[in-house]
């Protein structure tokens, strides 16, 4: 079956201005989280929502990031008035519902974002 | 502050030999470990994981070896192939929260020489 897909694959975009990132979950998934990846460094967690609910969104890391499911499947994460600090592979990952720390959590490609 | 640290940064490795990777954590509420690959262009994939009520872990070549007393654990990569080359993260969750929030470590750059 389909995995996480994520779109669009490469975003270059101009300081200030607003861009938005897709993110397809693996069907039946209702868990979904958001990492940013910077270069030579690991995921960091950004956002996890549980259905429709945005459950935990202490990694964002400031007001110019939201992000919203709001019919418990596709994700957007929402970027308003880009820095050229918000360059990075912005990753989506999707998992089974639940508290089990079994639950895995299965990755799309990623969306690089490229702020000039 | 980085919560999981991981060493090396990079790593070369002759085919056929052992690839070893390590990584600590201060959180002692930490109870689930996963280590991912990820290949460029590609989101990490989980390869094996632990919990800290085991000591080791081995599924085919890929060995994770946990020491709770000292808050740390590796992977081991045996008779190491130029396909695993890769790079892998290591990655600590806490049961506090209801999912896995995972903290992941900076990742080590493997390159198996054939």
């Known amino acids: 079956g389909a995995g996480v897909s994520q779109t669009p694959s490469n975003k270059v975009t101009e300081k200030g201005k607003y861009v938005e990132l897709r993110c397809d979950p693996i069907?039946?998934?209702?868990?979904l989280y958001w990492y940013r990846q910077s270069l030579g460094q690991g995921p960091e967690f950004l956002i996890y929502f549980q259905g429709t609910g945005a459950a935990d969104d202490s990694g964002l890391p400031n007001d110019r990031f939201f992000a919203v499911r709001p019919e418990g499947s596709v994700s957007t994460l929402k970027i308003q008035r880009t820095e050229r600090g918000d360059s990075a592979v912005y990753l989506c990952a999707s998992s089974l519902a639940g508290p089990s720390s079994m639950n895995e959590q299965f990755f799309g490609p990623g969306t690089r974002l490229t702020v000039l | 502050q980085q919560q999981v640290k991981q060493s090396p940064q990079s790593l070369i490795v002759q085919k056929g030999g052992i690839s070893i990777i390590n990584c600590a954590y201060e959180n002692t509420a930490f109870d689930y470990f996963p280590w991912y690959q990820q290949f460029p262009g590609k989101g990490p994939a989980l390869l094996i994981a632990?919990?800290?009520?085991?000591s080791e872990k081995k599924e085919g070549r890929f060995t994770i070896s946990f020491n709770k007393s000292a808050k740390q654990f590796s992977l081991h990569i045996m008779d190491s192939q130029p396909g695993d080359s890769a790079t892998y993260f290591c990655a600590a969750s806490n049961p506090l929260y209801n999912f896995n929030k995972f903290y992941f470590g900076s990742g080590t750059k493997l390159n198996v020489k054939p």
């Open positions: 632990i919990r800290p009520d085991v």
């Open positions: 069907s039946g998934h209702t868990a």
